[in-house]
């Protein structure tokens, strides 16, 4: 069940996470001790401590790739769990649409694994649900009509 809608700019506290993400490659940007401790302050007012991180939301469990992790300091753990293969990655960021479950972001993921000359791309989501005026769950999505629905949006 949806939580209620509180009074709350929920785009304008997904865009302000966003901001905090690595421009650019994200191997590196994830590596960055000052940027972290930066991250993991503002993930602290911006989401509920128990923040939950699901990889591959919407009845996939990752296959093992990655943990699903908690809190602010458990983003970061997610994500550098999931670079550690790859030489390179970066996400360009598409739409972004609130739906009356939660807000929506559409994404590419590009890569290069260590060891590799190709690159992988990958049209992928993400799903940030709240609790009150907190970001509560971030759901990562492979398939974005799996993340629309989850949003509510499809």
Partial sequence: ???????????????????????????????????????EEALNELAVPDLEVVPMGGGMDGGGLVSPARGARGVIDFWQEWLEPWDSFTVEIGRIEEGPKAVLIEVVQRGRLRGSTGTVETPSAAVHFFRGERMSRIEFHLDRAGARKAAGLA
């Fill in 1 to 39: 069940m949806a939580e209620p809608r509180a009074a709350v700019d929920r785009l304008a506290i997904v865009r302000r996470w966003i901001e905090l993400t690595p421009d650019g490659d994200w191997v590196s940007g994830m590596s960055d001790e000052a940027q972290l401790a930066r991250v």
